[in-house]
């Protein structure tokens, strides 16, 4: 659990309590719609959509800006609330359907990501897995639970004992750091994962089921909710330089603790721009 907790980040009265149900809430449309016939629509060369991402997100934009009009609000498929110009200290990023690749070939294997960050710093996160029913929910300061249990990274202390995952951007252009690194790090682990949802690979290495994971570029949306789990279960989170985690930032480090320093140390062999901005970091 964090230490760094105060009472003005503290999440709303009700924010933690409907953030949960509405995450269940959009978690059942996914499941009930899970391969059927899909519209799909793409983004990108293989970056896609799907009606059920955009039904998800419509659900969650109503309740959250319903409940909250005063809040920021950024959704992956478009969805937006009022600008930080207007005062907002608060403001909820939300992935509606974290693992949509997945979700369009029927592989259940999937989430529903909110996030709450206050002044930058993520203070609420709940990851909800529609299809083994686990809700894994965080407030700064007051730990992190899977369907109200307690939750604790894992004690692995080396490398070679890990389980690690990671995820490769949907640019093919922009996948040469994260093919390197993988490389180098199957050499020196368990395995390395690449199972198509960021925001459950963080809330797994929280929940001690994988001990360590890195990937950039990501969305906010893909990590805000995942990190703080993370954080919240005793482990640590970081930029890909050690610096301090920012939910806005584009990258993610997470990790049991005990693994972090081997972990980014291996990353930053193949991260070029790490080096000339972060001397302490080996070569
Ligand atoms: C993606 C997943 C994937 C990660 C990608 C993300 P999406 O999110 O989290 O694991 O590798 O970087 O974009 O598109 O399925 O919501
Ligand atoms: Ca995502
Ligand atoms: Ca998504």
């Not at 995820?167 to 490389?183: I, N, T």
């Amino acid at each position: 659990m964090s230490d760094d907790a105060t009472d003005d980040q503290a999440p709303p009265p009700g924010a933690r309590g409907l953030a949960e149900a509405t995450a269940r809430e959009a978690g059942a449309i996914l499941r009930e719609r899970l391969g059927g016939v899909r519209d799909v629509q793409f983004k990108g060369l293989v970056d896609l959509v799907t009606d059920a991402d955009r039904a998800a997100e419509a659900l969650i934009g109503e309740r959250i800006k319903g409940a909250f009009p005063g809040h920021r609000f950024v959704g992956e498929e478009g969805t937006r609330g009022v600008e930080a110009e207007a005062g907002a200290a608060f403001g909820w990023i939300v992935d509606p359907l974290d693992g949509t690749t997945n979700y369009a070939h029927a592989y259940p294997h999937f989430a529903v990501s909110i996030g709450l960050e206050h002044d930058g710093k993520v203070v609420l996160g709940v990851v909800y897995d529609p299809m083994r029913d686990e809700l894994f929910a965080a407030e700064r300061g007051r730990g992190a639970t899977l369907n109200g249990a307690p939750l604790r990274v894992s004690a692995e202390e080396t490398l070679i004992g890990s389980l690690l995952a990671t995820g490769f951007p949907y640019d093919p252009a922009l996948r040469a750091e994260g093919l390197a690194v993988w490389g180098d790090l199957m050499h020196r682990c368990q395995g390395v994962r690449r199972d198509g949802s960021a925001a459950l690979n963080l809330a797994y290495v929280a929940a001690g089921r994988l001990d360590g994971f890195y990937e950039r570029p990501l969305q906010p949306w893909d990590m805000a909710a995942g990190t703080l789990l993370v954080e919240e279960a005793g482990g640590t989170v970081t930029r890909y330089d050690g610096g301090p985690f920012d939910p806005y930032g584009r990258e993610a480090v997470a990790t049991n603790g005990a693994l972090h320093a081997p972990l980014l140390e291996v990353v930053a062999r193949h991260a070029p721009d790490l080096v000339p901005t972060s001397p302490g970091l080996p070569s």
